[in-house]
């Protein structure tokens, strides 16, 4: 049974298109979407070599091997020319990490017209990522499993620019204001108000003060949101 957070992504999946999951681990994703006729054909990317094995020997136990090609490489590297690529699923990582990635393989998005990304931590990045190159979300999703709180990012090319506070919430799920969103924004500010009791007990140096300082905006941007 694929996850739920997974699930969430391959719902954003068009029906019959080429997929590239970059970072794919056991492809897991990449081999339910072509178990449920979802996708045409699929590339399955991974920089390390256990995570590459497995879901080598995944795609093959599935008999996918015709239609879903593993390769070893460093990001969108793993997407060639010849592919047609037109989604990409990014899954499972820092948005850090998935925004450097993006960042880096640019050229290789060349045939990519949906971009679907599932931060565990920080999407920020990736939104910036997006205003920068050209991509504007078109959905956001938040969902919550066992206990962790993840987001969904759906980018489709086209120009777009957001506040301040729509790339540090998501334009999408500010709007929304979900339970899982509330939640989510809660549960920062409580990890926020913890260091500002740190910083109050710790030394008064200049650079605790700055940090108290940036904290406090940060809390009141939430409690705005
Ligand atoms: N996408 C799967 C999911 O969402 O369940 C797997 C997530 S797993 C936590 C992250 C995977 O990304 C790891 O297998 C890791 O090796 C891979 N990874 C990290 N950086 C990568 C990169 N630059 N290129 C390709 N894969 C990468």
């Given at each position: 049974e694929l996850s739920k957070r997974l699930q969430y992504v391959a719902s954003y999946v068009p029906e019959g298109v080429r997929l590239a999951d970059i970072g794919s681990?056991?492809?897991?994703?990449?081999?339910y979407l072509m178990e449920r006729g979802q996708i045409e054909h699929a590339v399955a990317g991974e920089v390390v070599k256990g995570p590459f094995e497995s879901a080598e020997r995944n795609v093959r136990e599935h008999g996918f091997s015709d239609k879903i090609d593993v390769r070893?490489?460093?990001?969108l590297q793993a997407i060639h020319e010849e592919d047609a690529i037109h989604t990409v699923t990014i899954a499972g990582m820092g948005g850090p990490l998935i925004a450097q990635i993006l960042e880096s393989g640019e050229k290789h998005l060349a045939t990519v017209?949906?971009?679907i990304a599932q931060p565990n931590i920080h999407a920020r990045p990736i939104r910036e990522w997006a205003v920068s190159n050209n991509w504007k979300l078109i959905d956001e999703a938040i969902m919550k499993e066992d206990g962790k709180?993840?987001?969904?990012?759906?980018?489709?090319?086209?120009?777009?620019?957001y506040s301040?506070?729509?790339?540090?919430?998501?334009?999408y799920l500010m709007r929304e204001q979900s339970e899982v969103f509330i939640e989510k924004w809660q549960r920062e500010a409580e990890a926020k108000r913890n260091i500002l009791q740190a910083l109050q007990k710790a030394q008064k140096t200049e650079d605790n003060a700055r940090r108290s300082e940036k904290i406090k905006q940060e809390l009141t941007n939430i409690e705005g949101v």
């Open positions: 681990d056991h492809a897991y994703l990449p081999c070893l490489a460093n990001g017209e949906r971009i709180i993840y987001e969904i990012l759906v980018l489709e090319r086209g120009e777009a620019t301040e506070d729509e790339l540090q919430f998501g334009p």
